[in-house]
């Protein structure tokens, strides 16, 4: 019943609007009563926060709060990989006859996520898929130092990521709204895929002007000029109201950790380690 409601949403047009009212300007009072509600009811860790909340003029700028200084320490192993996010390990495994895993007896082509140029770097590699909850962190950085030198935007439709999505919505991070960061490491090419969701009100990068759900129906492959250099750790993008991230890492080149299903991982934690070939 709630995918068949959910169905007949307009949900891009839903989601746009949801970006303009969290960047709307409220009465403090308002807003306030509204942030302490979400803290308490998410459990949000106040304690992490950078800047007071009670200084804050709208709930996006409270959604893409930064972290105290050392609040997520990067974990400095030569040749690890470290998570993206804060955020639960939802699937991870290997790219199998050009097919990721959307849930148990699910999958998804690895063609329909990152188009055909790229699934070809990617062929028999390995993915990793990072669901963020409404209480997670939604600052998005780099699992490794890399050169980003193009990025590419698949506009989409805006699902829910969270079990209706993913139960019910075939290819469900394929049809979704999607920018996806190409990291070119010593760890070979990694791809940074930020995933859309309903009420996500935009995605935004640090290298590029470009925002997700703008209404147009497009794909673009562009370039960075000049290329943008990223330390692991450094701050790659932000979800406005939150969603999920793929990691897709080439053939032989990535190790995970003793990983499990439904794992809450942390930004900077160690997820793996990437091989020389």
């Known amino acids: 019943m709630r995918y068949q409601l959910i169905k007949l949403l307009p949900k891009n047009l839903l989601s746009r609007m949801a970006g303009v009212l969290a960047d709307t300007k409220l009465p403090s009072p308002l807003l306030q009563s509204f942030l ?11 304690e992490e926060v950078e800047h007071p ?5 709208n709930f996006t700028e409270f959604f893409t709060r930064s972290l105290k200084e050392g609040a997520r320490p990067i974990d400095p192993a030569p040749q690890g990989v470290v998570s993206p996010v804060d955020g639960k390990l939802a699937q991870f495994g290997p790219i199998t006859d050009g097919l990721l895993t959307q849930t148990k007896g699910v999958f998804y082509s690895l063609v329909d996520l990152v188009g055909e140029s790229m699934a070809a770097e990617f062929l028999e590699g390995y993915f990793l898929t990072l669901y963020l909850s409404p209480a997670d962190y939604h600052r998005i950085h780099a699992p ?5 030198r193009r990025f590419s ?4 439709q805006l699902w829910p990521v969270n079990n209706i999505g993913i139960r019910h919505v075939a290819g469900l991070f394929s049809v979704n709204e999607r920018l996806i960061t190409p990291l070119e490491s010593p760890a070979g090419l990694v791809a940074v895929i930020k995933v859309g969701a309903t009420v996500v009100g935009k995605i935004t990068t640090a290298y590029s002007g470009l925002t997700s759900n703008s209404g147009h129906s497009t794909v673009l492959n562009l370039p960075i000029e000049p290329p943008r250099q990223f330390q ?12 999920t991230v ?3 890492f080439q053939k032989g080149r990535f190790t ?6 439904g794992q809450k991982v942390r930004m900077g934690q160690l997820i793996g380690h990437w091989a020389d070939l």
């Open 144 to 148: 490794v130092a890399g050169t980003v």
């Open 246 to 248: 793929i990691l897709l």
């Open 36 to 46: 302490k509600g979400y803290i308490k009811f998410y459990q949000v860790r106040l």
């Open 153 to 156: 935007y698949f506009s989409g």
């Open 256 to 261: 995970p950790e003793a990983l499990e299903p």
């Open 232 to 243: 692991k750790g450094q701050e790659l993008a932000q979800f406005q109201l939150g969603s």
């Open 53 to 57: 909340v009670d200084r804050m003029k």
